[in-house]
């Protein structure tokens, strides 16, 4: 095999690959080739291919030409920069996978490669700063002992991880020198530490730190490709339903430093807000600092663009350029874009750019801008908006400045989009019992089961401190569109005593919290949500307008009320498909009648309970057809859930008897031949209707009544009736001769358009 | 309303008899599975785990099974009257993927719940594009 084909090259002089060679270089490695292409200062790399991957996966070894191969495209980095690898200019390489679809923080990456007992002292001569090379050399130690030894070769099976025992040396240095963060630690403090973490990896792995340039880029090469495999990336493709085959692209590439003094920083923007689409240039960056400081969110970072410490400001050279980049980087792809960058001595180097993750309000307001600025047609805007992404606009969120003002308490799996605040409950009977109430209530606990349904119901969020993206929790919760935040590590509930500790907070049974559902982070007490109206004019009016331009379906609503029917209609809806009438007898009153004619002894008893039925249901199929005047609405004929209704407690069977003039014993009898072993299976739909044809008389009648009376006043009822459950033809022709007949009586009356 | 195996498959005699279908594909899904919608919380995350069924088909139309059911009616009841309206009614009605496959069996309209109206219609036209 050749794998000269499978090394991509890039630099601002000579790049091989480009945008569309996403399925061979990944995304990262196919938007740095187009960056070059475009002529912006991209440090100088190549990529390896990601068929390279499951090459190395099989074998578990990179092969002999692979490596040679490596070694010559190393060669022609150095030649563009006149460094070399190990050599007296040293240069430093970054090894950082990238696959096909995007696993943000699901891979790895390992920066400052090319350190190494013979470089360090020449990099110190270089770059004049004793402590910025030792600060970088235990960066490299650390990302190394990690990523390479421990999770690639598995060499570690304590569960104390050697990063973890790293990160502990470096806070207990800190503290017994009093430092308050990483800035106070000098030259020497970084030397000696770095020290310890070559004694701490030789201690744990029983192998030394490699000390050679290309031992080290090796290693990183086949981990970054193992990582493809490791057990988050494997979770987060099942999850997401992405292929194990594609395999992940290795990007190696020249280091650029952002810590190398006041003239340098680092930086990740959007080219427009990601929140709320604004077109303003919108990101953060930190003076002196190498990328992960940003994110990592030890130091508080700066604005790119305002007044205090903003980029613009302090470094108003390296933002023009910047803000040039930005905008070419938009006209080129037409599309908001997230980038990452690094300026070292003034000059901006340009790291990454991908699509920009957006929030559902940013991507409909950016798509119907970019149509307004003649970046893209109508018709890409709205191939462009995720109709989730519609549906999560239209959830409740938290208050920007909430969020800004508040340090969540915590943070789980986002795992139901949408904002919800409530008191605190830590079982589902509560929850249940306080929701019925017209309480909001979050349910807490430590995972959810099926037992646990009839309170996640009654509960306006759900949290839990186990479980994943698809635990029970998370499934129920996005089923019915409930805010949900699983497997938060730092709860702690303490069920017998009615509290919980988040983190070091304690939360008792009716203490306020509010969910993020959609970041995952928890926050205590009741923050200002907000939700956005459809109804007004704005973007997404507009965008659904070019929608309806381009959709032959046509679209209903399901709606068993007036307000539902209002509701749809400010949705856009063009007609109700379902309207269902046994949630109309569900009213306490009503119930009782409708109980006293199921329970009836006979036809004649059972229509003078009807005749009582009858002007709730004209007054129902009143208000609804009215709402949709001139659009079909399809009315379903009675679907009870019998099971539902002759569930009748102590006083209600009282009356009932009483009204039936039945000793209760006898009702009970009659409530005992309703039961049935299996209610979805049993006498619901048309069969109700087949044993009493006189319900369905009933309804036509409430309907016609209904229509009639509406025809009178001079709108256009269009009513559609629906035949529930049917399975065989005469059950059809049954209910529809019963419709027929009462429509027929009606029809010297007035004149009706009736289908079904 | 069909809502059951049996109506689908007697989709031609209905048709002639109806003058419009209306896919229930809640119940349509319950009992083409077998599956008590209430009751899947028990079982279905472990399907998920084991890959049984990777998506939970009272969200998405199960095209295979419930999906190849809602073709067969609709071409039998098409042939016995070619312009019957033809629609669906689950909660489906709102869900893209779905939307999507209402389009291919050519029904004329889908019905979701009012908060779903505005998905559906985003995703209906995305299926033209």
């Known amino acids: 095999m050749n794998n000269k084909q499978k090394i991509y090259f890039f630099s601002q002089l000579q790049t091989d690959g480009d945008q569309h060679m996403v399925d061979t270089l990944g995304g990262k490695g196919a938007n740095i080739a187009e960056m070059c292409k475009l002529g912006l200062p991209v440090p100088p790399g190549f990529t390896l291919a990601t068929s390279l991957c499951s090459d190395y996966l099989k074998k578990g070894s990179l092969s002999v030409s692979l490596k040679k191969n490596i070694k010559s495209n190393v060669i022609k980095v150095e030649k563009v920069l006149e460094k070399s690898f190990g050599g007296d200019d040293p240069l430093l390489l970054s090894v950082r996978s990238g696959a096909p679809v995007s696993m943000p923080g699901m891979m790895e990456t390992i920066l400052n490669i090319g350190l190494t007992s013979q470089t360090i002292p020449r990099m110190i001569q270089k770059s004049g700063s004793e402590r910025f090379v030792y600060d970088s050399y235990r960066r490299l130690i650390m990302m190394y002992a990690d990523v390479v030894m421990e999770k690639a070769l598995g060499l570690n099976k304590k569960k104390y991880s050697i990063r973890e025992k790293m990160e502990d040396l470096l806070q207990k240095t800190k503290k017994t020198k009093g430092y308050k963060n990483d800035s106070f630690m000098t030259a020497k403090d970084w030397k000696s530490l770095s020290k310890k973490y070559l004694v701490m990896v030789e201690k744990t792995f029983g192998v030394p730190f490699p000390d050679n340039q290309y031992e080290q880029l090796f290693g990183a090469t086949e981990a970054v490709f193992a990582s493809w495999n490791g057990k988050r990336a494997r979770e987060y493709r099942s999850f997401e339903k992405i292929s194990s085959s594609m395999g992940t692209a290795v990007n190696i590439q020249a280091m650029v430093f952002g810590n190398l003094g006041s003239n340098c920083g680092t930086g990740v923007a959007f080219t427009r807000n990601p929140s709320t689409g604004e077109n303003v240039f919108f990101g953060e960056w930190l003076p002196d600092a190498q990328g992960e400081d940003v994110v990592a969110g030890i130091r508080t970072p700066h604005p790119i663009v305002g007044k205090k410490n903003s980029l613009s400001s302090v470094m108003p050279e390296a933002f023009n350029a910047l803000n040039r980049v930005r905008k070419q980087l938009e006209k080129h792809y037409d599309d908001m874009q997230d980038i990452e960058f690094t300026i070292q001595d003034k000059k901006l180097w340009m790291l990454q750019t991908r699509r920009g993750k957006r929030s559902g309000i940013a991507a409909i307001k950016i798509a119907t801008d970019m149509v307004e600025e003649k970046l893209i047609s109508k018709k890409e805007a709205v191939r462009r908006v995720k109709p989730l992404q519609i549906y999560e606009s239209l959830l409740k969120n938290i208050e920007p400045e909430e969020i800004e003002n508040n340090a969540p308490l915590g943070r789980g799996l986002p795992a139901g989009p949408g904002a919800s605040f409530g008191s605190v409950v830590f079982s589902a009977e509560k929850a249940e019992a306080l929701g019925k109430k017209g309480k909001k209530v979050i349910l807490v606990r430590e995972e959810t089961s099926p037992e646990d349904i009839h309170g996640m119901h009654y509960s306006e969020g759900i949290l839990t401190s186990r479980g994943g993206l698809t635990s029970h929790a998370a499934l129920v919760a996005r089923g019915w569109g409930k805010s949900c935040v699983v497997g938060c590590q730092t709860l702690v509930i303490n069920k017998k005593s009615a509290f919980a500790k988040l983190g070091n907070t304690k939360i008792k049974e009716g203490d306020f919290i509010t969910l993020n559902g959609s970041s995952g982070e928890i926050f205590l007490g009741r923050l200002k949500l907000f939700q956005n109206p459809i109804n007004s004019s704005g973007p997404l009016n507009e965008l659904l307008s070019w929608a309806d331009k381009i959709r032959k379906l046509k679209i209903r609503t399901n709606a068993d009320t007036p307000e539902d029917c209002e509701r749809a209609l400010s949705f856009g809806a063009e007609g109700v498909g379902l309207c269902r009438t046994e949630h109309m007898f569900f009213d306490e009153k009503r119930v009782h009648d409708f109980r006293k004619m199921i329970l009836s002894g006979s036809e004649k008893e059972r229509l003078v309970h009807l005749k009582k039925l009858l002007p709730y249901q004209t007054k129902d199929f009143y208000g609804i057809l009215k709402k949709m005047n001139g659009m079909p609405v399809t009315v379903r004929l009675l679907d009870p859930p019998l099971h539902e209704f002759i569930s009748i407690n102590p006083k209600e069977l009282k009356l009932l008897s009483s009204d039936l003039g039945l000793s209760s014993g006898e009702v009970e009898e009659r409530v005992k031949l309703l039961k049935e072993s299996n209610p979805m299976l049993g006498h619901r739909g048309c069969r109700l209707g087949i044993s009493y044809p006189e319900i369905t008389a009933m309804q036509t009648r409430a309907i016609l009544g209904a229509a009639f009376k509406l025809q009178k006043q001079g709108l256009s009822p269009k009513v559609e009736l629906m035949i529930p459950l049917v399975s065989h033809l005469n059950e059809f022709v049954s209910q529809k001769n019963i419709v027929m007949r009462r429509l027929r009586r009606a029809k010297n009356k007035t004149q009706n358009n009736f289908v079904f | ?129």
């Open chain 2, 1 to 129: 309303m069909i809502e059951v195996p049996r109506a689908c498959l007697v989709a031609e005699s209905i048709a002639k008899n109806a003058d419009f279908f209306s896919f229930g594909t809640n119940d349509l899904t319950q009992t083409t599975f077998g599956f008590s919608r209430d009751d899947t919380g028990s079982f279905f995350p472990h399907y998920f785990e084991k890959d049984i069924i990777s998506t939970d088909p009272f969200e998405q139309i199960d095209r295979e099974g419930v999906g190849k059911l809602m073709s067969l009616a609709v071409k039998d009841a098409r042939a016995a009257k070619n312009k019957i309206s033809i629609g669906i009614c689950g909660e489906h009605g709102g869900e893209p993927n779905s939307i999507s496959f209402c389009k291919e069996l050519g029904l004329d309209y889908v019905s979701c719940s009012p908060y779903r109206v505005p998905i559906a219609r985003l995703a209906a036209a995305q299926v033209e594009l």
